[in-house]
């Protein structure tokens, strides 16, 4: 039981985690906002180099991305937060507590496509975020993509223990 335990207190770590960082980008919009406008514009990449023309401009989609990964931490939060609910109630059934990871699994995979697809890969590699000094999230978001790649690991393991 507290190998199962354990998997609902990180499921809703993640879940914290994720809230608060939507919180952060809600209450305080213009910090993580500004990022996002770097790395959109790619005016601190290397000066003169060969990818700035995909560049992206207009201020209004630089807000609708901001909008979308705002949106997608609210997700992962939601998740997460349902699915640890779902295996503490399945806490004392090894069986059910199995057939109930379906939900955290969903935030899970959320969240590590959203740090690793969005922000290592587009981010990072599309929008050369990683020749910038100011606005380079990539070792952030490496860091939650092992964390989350860890907790889905731990979580997906069957659970077969019947005692305490």
């Not at 190998?3 to 914290?16: D, G, M």
């Not at 809600?26 to 790395?39: E, G, R």
Request: include cysteine; hydrophobic fraction near 50%.
């Amino acid at each position: 039981m507290y190998t199962r335990l354990s998997k609902v207190v990180l499921v809703w770590s993640i879940a914290l985690f994720a809230a608060l960082v939507a919180f952060n980008n809600l209450t305080d919009y213009d910090s993580n906002f500004a990022i996002v406008k770097h790395v959109l514009t790619m005016d601190t990449t290397f000066p003169d180099n060969k990818g700035l023309w995909r560049a992206i401009e207009p201020p209004v989609i630089h807000h609708i991305v901001y909008g979308v990964i705002i949106l997608t931490e609210l997700v992962i939060a939601g998740l997460c937060g349902l699915g640890g609910l779902r295996l503490y109630q399945n806490i004392t059934q090894p069986t059910a507590f199995n057939q109930a990871k379906g939900l955290a699994i969903l935030g899970l995979i959320l969240g590590f496509i959203l740090w690793f697809t969005g922000f290592m890969t587009i981010g990072g590699e599309w929008f050369l975020m990683w020749q910038s000094e100011v606005a380079n999230g990539q070792q952030a978001a490496f860091r939650l993509i092992v964390i989350i790649g860890i907790v889905l690991i731990y979580l997906t393991q069957t659970d077969e223990e019947n005692h305490p």
